[in-house]
């Protein structure tokens, strides 16, 4: 054995000491490493075995056995059956390589540069044993998981794992038999007041995994809304709703199982939020946003920017799916405060008239169609055209000239979305 290997096997258990205190110090859910003695020596155990079985393996590029890979997979499980969160799972993992790479420097400059033939030798035996060992201990975490989470919990843990880009999606998508995309087009659904209990609200998120078929999750207090108040649900459809791009297995479940096409994923969000909807009992506001699954995390920023910019409906009028094209206005107005505020000015113009910002809704949302903005509003169309004139009188803006879409329009949707605590009363 040549001295790099030598001095890394004297260090072993110094090494290992420090990497149990790091955890400890480190990562919330493994302070108990500190109290528990039992948890820690089980701990500490490991981390020596896996620094001795490394310079045992290296200097003959040697792979990790079965039964290694059983015992890391087994590590896995006692930490996903004590109820560690895929982030700290994360954190552990990546602590664990960054300290036995930091571990091969301090042995290779205790040897003053020690033997560079070595040093590429382990190298080149960390990198692919390293992915085969941290597959194994994810491998064990989802096989606690199956055992310990309901299955709509599954399917939580799958779209969180999936929006924050995290590996082990693979292993949930086995877990929860959901076949993974290419693409998919992530929809939020912001939901400020929310009249359920948990219970209620569980029931409803687990008849749409099981009539759907995609990775949906409530995230309670998430949204730009309180904890406890209401929250967003975050869907994922296979395909990509920009391009088109359909999705396999999931979107022949979302057909009826029987192989034909399915609908398209914009089609897929929107039979999702009818069935969702009509759950809350509340108003809603629904951003999509499409991205390979390799940029999820991208598109869940998008798609939260965009309900939030996006109008609150009443869930009895079906609340459609809102993309950038239909709100770009107002998330460019969101960050140009000042000009936020002009607007807002403008809405307290409007508060003088009879129910002008919901007659400037309906009339805006049916693309300026007096019949049909009146009958949406059940009025006169005369009565209609009454308040539009007021609209010009208060705020001298045609509501019909361009200049008149271009801003009242944009007073409309802030006003809706929630933006200025919505002093209007919010009709569907």
């Not at 869930?315 to 809102?322: I, S």
Request: net charge neutral; with cysteine.
């Amino acid at each position: 054995m040549g001295s790099l290997f030598a001095e890394l096997t004297r260090q072993a258990s110094a090494n290992a000491r420090r990497e149990v205190e790091t955890y400890a110090r480190e990562i919330p859910e493994l302070q108990a490493l500190d109290s528990d003695s039992r948890a820690r020596t089980e701990a500490l155990e490991y981390a020596v075995w896996f620094r001795r079985r490394t310079v045992e393996l290296a200097p003959r590029n040697g792979v990790l056995t079965d039964d290694d890979l059983g015992y890391i997979a087994s590590m896995g499980e006692v930490r996903a059956g004590a109820g560690m969160s895929l982030d700290s799972r994360q954190r552990v993992l990546r602590l664990h390589t960054e300290l036995m790479l930091r571990e091969i420097n301090e042995a290779t400059e205790a040897q003053r540069g020690g033997d560079v033939e070595e040093l590429m030798r382990i190298m080149s035996w960390f990198a692919p044993q390293g992915e085969r060992g941290i597959g194994a201990y994810r491998g064990g975490f989802v096989t606690a998981l199956r055992r310990r989470l309901p299955y709509v919990e599954q399917v939580g843990l799958l779209a969180r794992s999936l929006m924050s880009e995290d590996p082990m999606a693979a292993e949930l998508a086995q877990v929860t038999g959901m076949e993974l995309a290419g693409h998919y087009t992530v929809a939020v659904i912001r939901v400020p007041d929310c009249p359920l209990g948990d219970r209620e609200l569980g029931n409803g998120v687990e008849a749409l995994v099981k009539a759907h078929r995609v990775p949906v999750v409530w995230c309670p207090g998430a949204g730009g809304v309180s904890r406890g108040a209401g929250g967003e649900l975050v869907a994922l459809v296979p395909g990509d709703a920009d391009t088109g791009a359909a999705a396999g297995a999931t979107a022949e479940a979302l057909a009826g199982g029987d192989g034909t096409a399915g609908p398209s994923p914009a089609a897929a969000v929107t039979a999702l939020v009818a069935d969702f909807a009509p759950v809350l009992g509340r108003l809603c506001a629904v951003g999509t946003a499409g991205a390979p699954r390799s940029a999820l995390a991208g598109a869940l920023d998008r798609a939260r920017r965009i309900s939030a910019a996006a109008p609150l409906r009443r869930t009895t009028a079906r609340p459609r799916p809102h993309t950038t094209a239909d709100v770009f206005v107002e998330l460019a107005v969101a960050d140009v405060p000042f000009v936020d505020d002009w607007l807002r000015t403008v809405a307290r113009l409007l508060r003088s008239g009879p129910d002008l910002l919901p007659t400037l809704d309906a009339y805006y949302r049916h693309d300026m169609n007096r019949g049909l903005a009146a009958r949406a509003l059940n009025v006169h169309p005369r009565t209609l055209d009454y308040r539009l004139r007021r609209v010009r009188e208060l705020t001298d803006i045609d509501p019909g000239s361009t200049r008149g879409v271009r801003i009242l329009s944009a007073v409309v949707t802030r006003s809706l979305s929630g933006a200025w605590r919505n002093p209007f009363r919010t009709r569907a």
